[in-house]
Structure formats: C-alpha cells, structure tokens
C-alpha cells in the first residue's frame, strides 16, 4: 500500500490548506479509508493568527505533531496550553470534548501532521497529554514516542499502538521491529528520501506493511520518518 504524496486529497479553505492521506472530509476516496486502526494523516498548513474554532469529538484518539511554528490550544477540559515544533500533543476524545487549535503566531504559518486512530475502549474519561520529543535520542534510531495507555515513560494513547520518529543521515540503515506481530505499521516520510524494501518514498510519501515483522529502512538523504504501528482490526 503505496501512497504517494501528489496522490493525496486536497482542502483548501483560505486560511487552511490541507492535504489528506485518506478520506477526511470532502475528499472521499474509497481506497484510501485508513489503514487498519488508523483512520486519519493530515497535513496542515494554517495562516498566522487563523485556526480551527472550537469544535467537538468523541471517542477518537488525536494525535498532533507540529513540524513548523506553533499551536494555541483550549478544550472543554480547561488545557491551555501552545505545542511547538519538536513536541507531541495527544487526546482521548472518549466521552467528548470541545476543542480549538490556532496558529499561536501573527506572522507566520504553522504546518502540522493531524492523526487519527480509533479507540480501544470506547467512552473513557476524556484525557489529554503533551510532551516533547527528545531529540537526540531519534537520531538514525526509530525512539518510540507514542505508547499504549498504561506504559510507563512515555505519552500514551488510548489504543495498543506504538508511534515512533527516526531521523536518519545520508547512507544510514536502520531496522524497525514491530512491537506486536499481529499489528501493521505506516511509515509517513516527513522530508527526505528513504528506500523501504523495494519501494523507494519522497517527502509526505506513506506506506502500510502488514506482512513483515522487521523492516530496514535506508536514507537516500538526511530523512525524517514517522512509524505508525497499529492493529488491523
């Protein structure tokens, strides 16, 4: 399962330009639902001081990476709170929440990945976490970022899906494991070029691997690479 980034759905409503991985919106394609558990990518790029107003969810686990500027985040939940580059936000929507997230600058765009995953239980206590990411720990290694709920050390989602980030130098090899063998896994290339297998993926490329437990992804150039490891079903 190969998508490729051009590939991608478009959204563009002046102040968000958006592009989707799998369906999301008014972008329907019915060969892209998600893959497994994980049912949303998107890109987003948000003009200065523009955002998304306050706006409900329920039972979905929401995962926000900003790879350039700054988010201003408020919910139901009484979080307020900006996540910058380099940091990770996630929430259980469980029973439900409002929420908004604008673009914390008056000058410049922020650009962010938005990810979705389905529950493992339904109607939890709504939950929220943010953390930064420890950079030198994701050189030329996948760090896990992301965990199930109930895993010590690191911020966790409400589902047995393991996230995790690598960036990897010019020449580098690095191996990937799955944590459960059952499970699939999303490799989202963030900037770089990467060879996985016999696939070769560019910027904003994805693929989804079911059939392999252990995998060796080599840079082509100085890549960054977001692993989403989630069950099929």
């Given at each position: 399962?190969?998508?490729v980034a051009?590939?991608?759905?478009?959204?563009?409503?002046?102040?968000?330009?958006?592009?989707?991985?799998?369906?999301?919106?008014?972008?329907?394609?019915?060969?892209?639902?998600?893959?497994?558990?994980?049912?949303?990518?998107?890109?987003?790029?948000?003009?200065?001081?523009?955002?998304?107003?306050?706006?409900?969810?329920?039972?979905?686990?929401?995962?926000?990476?900003?790879?350039?500027?700054?988010?201003?985040?408020?919910?139901?939940?009484?979080?307020?709170?900006?996540?910058?580059?380099?940091?990770?936000?996630?929430?259980?929507?469980?029973?439900?929440?409002?929420?908004?997230?604008?673009?914390?600058?008056?000058?410049?765009?922020?650009?962010?990945?938005?990810?979705?995953?389905?529950?493992?239980?339904?109607?939890?206590?709504?939950?929220?976490?943010?953390?930064?990411?420890?950079?030198p720990k994701i050189?030329?290694?996948?760090?896990?970022?992301?965990?199930?709920?109930?895993?010590?050390?690191?911020?966790?989602?409400?589902?047995?899906?393991?996230?995790?980030?690598?960036?990897?130098?010019?020449?580098?090899?690095?191996?990937?494991?799955?944590?459960?063998?059952?499970?699939?896994?999303?490799?989202?290339?963030?900037?770089?070029?990467?060879?996985?297998?016999?696939?070769?993926?560019?910027?904003?490329?994805?693929?989804?691997?079911?059939?392999?437990?252990?995998?060796?992804?080599?840079?082509?150039?100085?890549?960054?690479?977001?692993?989403?490891?989630?069950?099929?079903?």
């Amino acid at each position: 399962m190969l998508d490729v980034a051009d590939s991608r759905g478009v959204s563009k409503h002046g102040w968000l330009y958006s592009r989707h991985t799998f369906s999301f919106a008014d972008y329907y394609n019915p060969e892209r639902m998600g893959f497994g558990l994980l049912r949303v990518i998107n890109d987003d790029i948000v003009l200065p001081s523009a955002g998304f107003a306050t706006h409900p969810h329920r039972n979905m686990e929401i995962i926000s990476i900003p790879l350039a500027g700054s988010l201003k985040h408020q919910d139901s939940m009484g979080n307020k709170h900006v996540i910058e580059a380099g940091e990770i936000q996630v929430m259980s929507a469980g029973t439900g929440i409002t929420h908004s997230e604008h673009n914390n600058s008056e000058h410049e765009e922020v650009n962010f990945l938005q990810i979705w995953v389905m529950p493992k239980t339904l109607n939890i206590i709504p939950r929220y976490d943010q953390r930064r990411i420890d950079e030198p720990k994701i050189n030329n290694h996948f760090q896990l970022i992301i965990t199930p709920m109930g895993t010590a050390n690191h911020i966790s989602i409400n589902q047995d899906a393991f996230f995790s980030l690598a960036r990897i130098d010019a020449g580098q090899l690095i191996n990937y494991e799955k944590y459960n063998k059952n499970n699939g896994v999303y490799f989202f290339i963030i900037y770089g070029k990467v060879s996985i297998g016999s696939q070769h993926l560019n910027k904003r490329d994805g693929i989804g691997i079911t059939d392999e437990d252990g995998l060796s992804i080599g840079a082509c150039e100085q890549s960054e690479v977001l692993c989403i490891e989630v069950p099929m079903k």
